[in-house]
């Protein structure tokens, strides 16, 4: 995170400091005193925050954003709790897939591939080999969470012994941190359910035009029942974005060009031979070559977690290729990420061609929580994010739908 400017630090010294001595003079203490207390004041007190800071960062702990009324995030503040939210998430705070921010409005995002191929020495070689650059120019989508916040319900609870005295006064600040915490966490996993699945309702209507058949340039019975029945959307899932998407020409959206791998019903007894079908078609350039093969990743629904740890419970099955070391899952070597995809569905390719893009801070972004216009007396908080997801080299990716 950006830190505070030293220009920034003296200006809020001198503002907290001259607040302080004003506050002194109004009692009867001389000019000099009551400066030279308000700046003491304020230095220590701009170090026991900084130094708080500093120790919940050391530590690992999220630093707590304290509340007094009404309060409004921005800029690096807004970024850092945004972050925050972003990170709770398992996609993107175990770095599973290639996180881009700091797209504002659209952006160009790259990934480059390339292949080498020996040859006889000459004195005029002929080029071999290939580079290729795939490029896509991305637009993330502007959404938000918004509900209103009623601090009536805690008036006649414990909470009110920490709200100010008057009647007037409703506002407790462990409430709001409460409320925003539990906030953040459900917000940030349901970004999560966007990014993997779902789609749009024009791409819901394009596919269900479709005439599903077995060939790769066609799209299976299962997968047109998956985009029939996905949760409709702001973006296309990044298993939708694989099913029918634009990835070979930009702005004509076809079949996708994935590796189609026929699935059916995922269970604990089935599903070794169903990952068996997934990784004997992963590409064997990303499995064998030592610079790739560390990315090289199945993407499975949640529920297999459970389905596998199962399947090692048996013991005939005790020397099977699922290998668990504390919450760490892989197959023949390859890495299993655990992710919301629908049931009875896997993804399995290069992990770090899976991009997720997003903004942290725009211009108009924040987080605010604050009062209603009167005469409400309820509170609303908002917040503001940007998300889209692409999948460079599709025709490397292996898809499985059930």
């Not at 881009?100 to 659209?106: A, E, P, R, T, Y």
């Not at 005939?316 to 290729?321: C, E, L, P, S």
Request: hydrophobic share 45%.
């Amino acid at each position: 995170m950006k830190k505070i400017s030293l220009i920034t630090s003296i200006a809020l010294i001198a503002v907290t400091g001259l607040a302080v001595a004003t506050g002194l003079h109004a009692f009867g203490m001389s000019t000099i005193n009551s400066i030279m207390l308000g700046l003491a004041f304020s230095v220590v007190s701009t170090f026991i925050n900084a130094e708080a800071r500093r120790t919940a960062k050391l530590s690992g702990a999220a630093y707590v954003l304290a509340f007094n009324g009404p309060t409004t995030f921005t800029d690096e503040v807004y970024q850092d709790l945004l972050t925050e939210i972003i990170y709770m998430n398992k996609t993107v705070g175990q770095g599973m897939i290639r996180f881009f921010d700091q797209i504002k409005g659209s952006g160009r995002i790259r990934a480059l591939s390339a292949t080498v191929t020996g040859q006889a020495y000459s004195n005029a070689p002929t080029a071999s080999g290939s580079t290729t650059l795939q490029e896509r120019l991305i637009t993330p989508v502007k959404r938000e969470f918004y509900d209103t916040i009623d601090y009536e319900t805690i008036r006649n609870t414990a909470g009110s012994l920490e709200i100010p005295d008057g009647a007037a006064n409703i506002v407790q600040d462990k409430f709001t941190q409460a409320i925003l915490g539990l906030v953040a966490g459900k917000a940030s996993r349901a970004v999560e359910t966007d990014f993997w699945n779902g789609a749009t309702a024009a791409t819901q209507t394009a596919v269900a035009a479709l005439t599903a058949g077995t060939a790769q340039n066609q799209v299976s019975t299962a997968e047109k029942a998956y985009v029939a029945a996905a949760p409709t959307s702001y973006v296309d899932g990044v298993l939708t974005k694989l099913i029918y998407s634009d990835a070979t020409t930009p702005g004509t959206f076809a079949v996708g060009a994935r590796i189609k791998v026929a699935g059916t019903t995922l269970s604990a007894t089935n599903i070794k031979d169903e990952v068996d079908k997934v990784y004997a078609q992963m590409d064997d350039a990303l499995l064998n070559n030592p610079e790739m093969s560390q990315y090289a990743t199945i993407f499975m629904p949640m529920n297999c977690k459970k389905f596998i740890r199962l399947y090692n419970k048996t013991a005939a099955n005790f020397r099977d290729m699922f290998e668990i070391e504390g919450d760490n899952f892989s197959y023949c070597g390859v890495a299993i990420q655990f992710v919301p995809l629908p049931s009875n569905s896997m993804i399995a390719g290069n992990a770090m061609d899976f991009v997720w893009a997003t903004d942290l801070v725009a211009d108009l972004e924040n987080v605010v929580v604050d009062k209603l216009p009167a005469p409400a007396k309820n509170f609303y908080y908002d917040l503001i994010f940007t998300m889209e997801n692409w999948i460079f080299y599709q025709s490397t990716k292996v898809v499985y739908v059930g």
